[in-house]
């Protein structure tokens, strides 16, 4: 469930317009076993806690704001902390967002910031997205800028249970002597269970693929084959 806040000065006026509308917000707890990062292995056995918020302003932008932390063991990132954050637009045929994320990990030197730029749109019942990352603010030096390609089809099975498939393509665009440039290649089934109104079990498999990885990045290896996990997610 890990996402995308410090959006920065927020006028009185927009906040004004966020308090006129509905604030959605759930908590969720989950195990992965392994973590998988952009193709990278980053630990087995991995936790995971995050909260989100999420609603609407009378200017028309959505907006969204979280924070998530993960435990994995055996990993060379332990203890990490994102805070992100995101305003997006409807168009009609499609959606625009923006926003960034902000890494913090414990005892490794390797905090950094992102800014993020995505792009949405269905077609035939497919869920296509596109997005480019660029490192603002990092602790590896370089501005790494790294684009991902994605497709999800969903469906409702009943009122309760809903299932999906997806696929991503992503790739260091420009390493900036930071990383060489890879490419990786994922494939997601999960599903959403509502045990009751407020309550969704969300269990899935996925795999992985990376070419011309270069583990001299971060210090860790690359990660190919079958992974997956659960997570329980509480609206309030």
Request: charged share 15%; hydrophobic share 40%.
């Amino acid at each position: 469930m890990k996402k995308t806040i410090a959006l920065g000065a927020i006028s009185a006026a927009a906040l004004t317009g966020f308090a006129y509308s509905e604030i959605e917000s759930s908590f969720h707890v989950g195990y992965n076993s392994t973590y998988v990062w952009r193709g990278q292995d980053l630990g087995d056995s991995m936790y995971e806690y995050g909260l989100d918020f999420a609603g609407s302003c009378e200017c028309g932008l959505d907006w969204a704001a979280g924070v998530w932390y993960a435990n994995p063991s055996d990993g060379a990132l332990n203890d990490e902390l994102d805070i992100y954050g995101a305003v997006s637009k409807d168009l009609g045929y499609g959606s625009v967002e923006l926003g960034f994320i902000h890494y913090e990990f414990d005892e490794n030197g390797a905090d950094n910031t992102e800014i993020y730029l995505g792009l949405g749109a269905a077609y035939a019942g497919i869920d296509l997205g596109a997005a480019l990352y660029y490192v603002v603010d990092g602790s590896l030096g370089g501005n790494p800028l790294y684009g991902e390609l994605s497709a999800e089809y969903g469906y409702d099975v009943s009122d309760a249970l809903s299932v999906s498939f997806g696929l991503s393509l992503g790739s260091y665009l420009d390493g900036d002597d930071v990383v060489d440039g890879y490419t990786t290649y994922g494939a997601r089934l999960g599903a959403d269970y509502a045990i009751s109104e407020d309550l969704t079990l969300s269990p899935y498999v996925a795999y992985s693929e990376t070419d011309n990885y270069n583990a001299g990045f971060m210090g860790v290896d690359d990660f190919s084959g079958f992974f997956g996990g659960v997570s329980l997610a509480f609206s309030f």
